[in-house]
């Protein structure tokens, strides 16, 4: 489900005064909106057709900083500029600002205006076009789990995040009093995402003291991405407008369970579910099952687009609910693969293994291009496995580390093939990049731990 404002009334609503204010928004590699804030009136005369932001990013960490390493850009290179180019067919309202509209923009070449390869958006396009070259439509949804806290961004970055203080006191799954209490907060993002044309299904609480998980009825798979990082950046808006502080880190607090973003993906040929097959084992199609084989043989290749930090593989921890083995099972919560409405026309493979921290663009384009190779290959699907697989040694693990996942990325013909080489090795440079931010930092662990006993 795109957006839900047409341009013709973005015109017209512009002229009554009804919205001043239009945010051209790019994904950038993180999974965060970045772009401008126009008035209407200069969006909709000319602005809709194409607006300009530095190449940088797309070539960037978390706190903006610009490292060295890039093919795509750099110091030397001069930093130019890319298009950025509204796709109309996104532009919405955003309820929770007053007089405010919003469109996503695909991020083009300043001058042949083709697509920037390594850019998130296309990295997806490129995937859902190669299968719907086989006939077929990918329908994903993903879960957004994530904690709120006492207190505003600045309050809690002023106190360097030591005070982290959940908002409340104990766990609250599926707990209707607990949530109750939040419901200043938790409604607002409900109605306003409603209203700004994503389908959100419910709200719960989850699994540890200030969890919430946040549902989106599936959609094609480009459009869940869309919902999944609005609705992401309207939780963070709607929280701090609330006094508090909503944070999709992977994992906050040793000893805690930290926040996943559970990918549903299914195949759909010809308005139909072809992921299902009533004769078939748990209803399973054969195409199902080899999509789902592929998934399963590439999962450590493609690990770094579903857990791209140093904190992502914290999460993976035994009794989370967070997974530690590539393997499927059949309604299981202990592995990477989880089978979701067996034997009916909704049935689905859930993977586990991305945290809440997740581009969902990259992580979706990662899961086709897996799932995809499989078909292409007529891979076998494995029986399910059965139990705690947390506990069983037959069963591979999850790469633990980033510079393991990096490496799996590295090395990955399939991914090669799949993305091309400078999307992946722009995105090896990319967990390079966060590698050697962490090594080079001295954290608090390091400080208590050897200050006086070292």
């Not at 005369?45 to 797309?58: D, I, K, R, V």
């Not at 990325?409 to 390079?432: K, P, V």
């Amino acid at each position: 489900m795109p957006g839900n404002l047409t341009f013709a009334d973005l015109k017209k609503k512009a002229k009554a005064g009804e919205i001043d204010t239009v945010l051209a928004c790019i994904v950038d590699m993180q999974g965060r909106l970045m772009g401008k804030r126009f008035t209407a009136g200069h969006f909709v005369e000319s602005a809709w057709e194409e607006s300009h932001c530095c190449n940088y990013l797309l070539a960037t960490d978390l706190d903006m900083a610009t490292p060295e390493g890039y093919a795509s850009t750099s110091w030397h290179a001069g930093y130019g500029d890319y298009m950025m180019k509204p796709d109309l067919d996104t532009l919405r309202l955003v309820p929770w600002l007053e007089g405010t509209a919003m469109v996503l923009c695909d991020v083009r070449d300043h001058h042949d205006h083709g697509d920037i390869e390594h850019s998130p958006r296309a990295v997806l396009k490129r995937q859902i076009a190669r299968a719907e070259k086989m006939g077929l439509t990918p329908m994903m949804a993903t879960e957004l789990e994530f904690f709120l806290f006492k207190g505003g961004y600045n309050e809690l970055r002023e106190q360097g995040y030591r005070k982290l203080e959940p908002y409340s006191a104990y766990n609250i799954d599926y707990h209707m009093l607990g949530t109750m209490k939040e419901e200043h907060v938790m409604r607002p993002i409900r109605n306003h995402l409603v209203a700004a044309g994503v389908p959100v299904e419910n709200t719960k609480g989850e699994a540890e003291a200030g969890q919430e998980e946040l549902n989106i009825r599936y959609a094609e798979a480009l459009d869940c991405a869309d919902n999944h990082t609005i609705a992401k950046q309207a939780v963070k808006e709607i929280a701090w407008q609330q006094g508090v502080s909503a944070s999709f880190l992977s994992k906050y607090k040793a000893g805690k369970v930290g926040s996943a973003a559970h990918v549903h993906v299914s195949l759909w040929k010809d308005g139909s579910p072809a992921f299902y097959d009533k004769d078939g084992d748990h209803g399973m199609s054969p195409l199902m099952r080899q999509f789902c084989a592929g998934m399963i043989k590439y999962a450590a290749d493609i690990t770094w687009f579903l857990a791209p930090y140093i904190n992502s593989y914290k999460r993976f921890a035994k009794g989370t609910f967070a997974p530690t083995k590539i393997a499927w099972s059949v309604d299981n919560r202990t592995a990477g693969f989880r089978l979701c409405g067996e034997g009916s026309k909704g049935v689905r493979m859930e993977c586990r293994i991305p945290g809440s921290d997740v581009n969902p663009y990259l992580a979706e384009a990662a899961l086709l291009a897996a799932g995809l190779k499989g078909i292409e290959e007529g891979l076998e699907l494995a029986p399910p496995v059965e139990g705690d697989i947390y506990d069983d040694a037959t069963v591979p693990e999850i790469p633990r580390s980033l510079g393991a996942a990096t490496e799996r990325m590295r090395a990955s013909a399939m991914l090669r093939e799949a993305f091309g080489d400078w999307t992946i090795d722009h995105y090896c440079r990319t967990a390079e990049v966060e590698q050697e931010t962490f090594d080079a930092a001295v954290t608090d662990w390091e400080i208590a731990r050897g200050f006086e006993k070292a």
